[in-house]
């Protein structure tokens, strides 16, 4: 695997610069929660199981800080004070980075309880064991990836012709991918499957992070607007999608990258599958559907140009949000690390939970 989309070196958190992509490759330094957060909420990383891994480290990266930090030390009631004041600022500044993905919050609940667990012990003994919790959140992400990959490759026929929406690749996840996942698994296991990017606007996710993944792992790929989705279905050129999620409702609705719910109908209308690959922790049964899931508007800077060229008028009033919500009906099947749940609803979701 090429892509480390973050990775821990020399006690700090590095990520990859996900905005300047695919003209410059960076990674940018990470030591406190509040600048994991800024990097969350500016996108410099994306995609809601790699928002999740961030945010364990941003947990970790302030319990090393703070335990380092020697005001917490002249507390009047011990070093654990100002510890604990501390970790709890810095779990609510990185919940506020981002409303949609669910994974932010379960990767911060999970350290959570890891920190309770260890409360009697020092700041530092406290650190480490939330570093170690960190490191672990990062590998089992690869491997429910990769237990995902192998499930959705069953589903593809060779020489498959598949469409995505948006990225949900490796650099949306500690590696490997949810649905680029189930394509380097297909072409692992010796398939050959060729992809067809959407742009997707305004962000360009697809344009320049989907299309830039396939062409390092040599999966051939077509790059397309998102308005060309509909020509490619009926000119029979597409034979599956497979999308990611950040969110999934408990009755099957599907929260992802805005366009995902136009690219659902019209494979529907063209009798095509239409496959979400999400790992179990982006169900989030606590949401009854998809009415209930937050989605968050971005800046309308993002909709009037890209970086730093403007081509709409001034004065126009714009709308901007990141995400939409695909109904259960429209999807063919969940890719989960657990197996394929098709039709998904309330009942067939509860049961991968057991």
Same mark, same amino acid.
């Given at each position: 695997?090429?892509?480390?989309t973050?990775r821990?070196?020399n006690?700090?958190?590095e990520?990859?610069d996900q905005?300047?992509?695919?003209a410059a490759?960076?990674?940018?330094s990470y030591y406190?929660a509040?600048?994991?957060a800024?990097?969350?909420r500016s996108m410099?990383?994306r995609?809601?199981?790699?928002?999740?891994?961030?945010a364990?480290?941003?947990v970790?990266?302030e319990?090393?800080?703070?335990?380092?930090?020697p005001?917490?030390?002249?507390?009047a009631q011990?070093?654990? +004070?100002?510890?604990?004041?501390?970790?709890e600022?810095?779990?609510?500044v990185?919940?506020?980075?981002?409303?949609?993905a669910?994974n932010l919050?379960?990767a911060?609940?999970?350290m959570?309880?890891?920190?309770?667990?260890?409360a009697?012990?020092t700041?530092q003994?406290?650190a480490?064991?939330l570093?170690a919790?960190?490191?672990?959140?990062?590998?089992?992400d690869?491997?429910?990836n990769?237990?995902?990959?192998?499930?959705?490759?069953?589903l593809?026929k060779?020489?498959?012709?598949?469409?995505?929406h948006?990225?949900a690749g490796?650099?949306a996840?500690?590696g490997?991918?949810?649905?680029?996942?189930?394509?380097?698994?297909?072409?692992e296991?010796?398939k050959?499957i060729? +992809?067809?990017?959407?742009?997707?606007r305004?962000?360009?996710?697809g344009?320049?992070?989907?299309?830039?993944e396939?062409v390092?792992e040599n999966i051939?790929?077509t790059l397309?607007?998102d308005n060309?989705?509909?020509?490619m279905?009926?000119h029979?050129? +597409?034979?599956?999608v497979?999308?990611?999620?950040?969110?999934v409702a408990?009755n099957?609705?599907?929260?992802n990258?805005i366009?995902?719910?136009?690219v659902?109908?019209?494979?529907?209308?063209?009798?095509?599958?239409?496959?979400v690959?999400?790992p179990?922790?982006?169900?989030d049964l606590n949401?009854a559907?998809g009415?209930?899931?937050?989605i968050?508007?971005?800046s +309308?800077?993002?909709?009037k140009?890209f970086r730093d060229?403007h081509?709409a008028?001034?004065?126009v009033?714009?709308?901007?949000?990141a995400?939409?919500v695909?109904?259960?009906?429209?999807v063919?099947g969940?890719i989960t690390e657990?197996?394929v749940?098709l039709k998904?609803?309330?009942?067939?979701?509860?049961?991968?939970?057991g």
């Open positions: 695997m090429k892509i480390e973050l821990w070196f006690n700090r958190l990520m990859i905005r300047i992509l695919p490759f960076e990674y940018l406190t509040s600048s994991v800024e990097g969350i410099v990383v995609g809601a199981p790699a928002i999740g891994v961030a364990a480290y941003g970790a990266l319990a090393l800080h703070l335990s380092e930090e005001s917490t030390l002249r507390q011990g070093e654990r +004070v100002g510890f604990n004041k501390g970790m600022e810095g779990f609510k990185l919940a506020a980075s981002r409303p949609t669910v919050f379960w911060l609940q999970r959570r309880k890891v920190w309770e667990s260890v009697a012990q700041p003994q406290v480490q064991r570093l919790e960190a490191h672990e959140i990062l590998a089992e690869i491997r429910i990769k237990a995902m990959g192998a499930h959705g490759a069953a593809l060779d020489g498959a012709r598949v469409l995505t948006c990225n490796a650099l996840t500690a490997w991918g949810t649905a680029l996942g189930v394509f380097r698994s297909a072409v296991a010796g050959k060729s +992809v067809i990017a959407d742009e997707t305004p962000f360009l996710q344009a320049r992070l989907t299309a830039w396939m390092q051939p790929v397309i607007t060309m989705a509909g020509y279905m009926a029979g050129e +597409v034979d599956a497979v999308v990611g999620t950040d969110r408990a099957g609705d599907v929260a990258k366009g995902t719910y136009m659902a109908v019209l494979a529907q209308w063209h009798n095509i599958p239409f496959y690959a999400c179990l922790s982006t169900i949401i559907s009415k209930d899931i937050p968050e508007e971005r +309308v800077e993002e909709v140009g060229y081509w008028a001034e004065g009033k714009i709308r901007n949000p995400f939409d695909t109904p259960a009906e429209l063919t969940l657990r197996g749940v998904p609803d309330v009942q067939s979701i509860r049961k991968l939970f």
